[in-house]
């Protein structure tokens, strides 16, 4: 089992900034929690869970159009955490926030319960 908790969600006015952390624990194999993909995911209301950011346990990082140059993703390996740095936070960016830990060793894909963001004056 691998357990995903999220942290660091508010509100915030268009132009600010927030850093989104994720923990992951459990009792899964080792290997789980060592060779990853972990990213965030987010969803507006009405719209459909999108992608925002991933970061692989090499470091390389990808990123969605939206967001690049604005936020960005990294992590501890030796804390299992990843954390979303967002800058020049705009009203679109409201949603909520998940995390996401993708392995080859798990057939499962890990999801956090979504810590909400919400960007407005």
């Known amino acids: 089992q691998v357990q995903l908790v999220e942290s660091g969600g508010g509100l915030v006015q268009p132009g600010g900034s927030l850093r989104l952390s994720c923990a992951a624990s459990?009792?899964?194999?080792?290997?789980?929690?060592?060779?990853?993909?972990m990213g965030w995911y987010r969803q507006a209301p009405g719209k459909e869970r999108e992608s925002v950011a991933g970061?692989?346990?090499?470091?390389?990082?990808n990123y969605a159009d939206s967001v690049k140059g604005r936020f960005t993703i990294s992590r501890d390996n030796a804390k299992n955490t990843v954390y979303l740095q967002m800058n020049r936070l705009k009203p679109e960016d409201t949603g909520v926030y998940y995390c996401?830990?993708?392995?080859?060793?798990?057939?499962?894909?890990?999801w956090g319960q979504g810590t909400q963001v919400t960007v407005s004056s």
């Open positions: 996401n830990l993708d392995s080859p060793y798990s057939s499962y894909d890990y």
């Open positions: 459990g009792s899964a194999s080792g290997r789980i929690f060592s060779v990853n993909t």
């Open positions: 970061i692989n346990d090499g470091g390389m990082t």
